[in-house]
Nanobody, 123 residues
Framework: QVRVAESGGDSVQAGGSLRLSCAGSGLTFSSYTLGWFRQAPGKEREFVAA????????FGGESVKGRFSISRVNAKNTVYLQMNSLKPEDTAVYYC????????????????WGQGTQVTVSS
């Protein structure tokens, strides 16, 4: 089973950008769908974006569309979440997760999770 680990979280000011990385291990990484979720204090985990092995993507709510993008480099076993025009409401712990097969927005479908990386956006 693939394992994943996030990096790239930081504290930034509103309007800034960050790129999160998710490094995977396992011989079949390229066949997995990778997703990003986030959880803010006192809130439920929220789906952000996912990308399948063919590079097809899906995004969460309107709050991230047009500002966030997701990409993967299978040769590096890495998935990226590019976050632009960050807002204080983007503050959360961001998690990378992996699943076999089709794209999904449901956290319950993802079997492998990283430990999370903190993103803090100040106004």
């Amino acid at each position: 089973q693939v394992r994943v680990a996030e990096s790239g979280g930081d504290s930034v000011q509103a309007g800034g950008s960050l790129r999160l990385s998710c490094a995977g291990s396992g011989l079949t990484f390229s066949s997995y769908t990778l997703g990003w979720f986030r959880q803010a204090p006192g809130k439920e985990r929220e789906f952000v974006a996912a990308i399948n092995w063919r590079g097809e993507v899906t995004f969460g709510g309107e709050s991230v569309k047009g500002r966030f993008s997701i990409s993967r480099v299978n040769a590096k076993n890495t998935v990226y979440l590019q976050m632009n025009s960050l807002k204080p409401e983007d503050t959360a712990v961001y998690y990378c997760a992996a699943k076999r097969g089709l794209l999904s927005k449901d956290a319950a479908d993802f079997g492998s999770w990283g430990q999370g990386t903190q993103v803090t956006v100040s106004s």
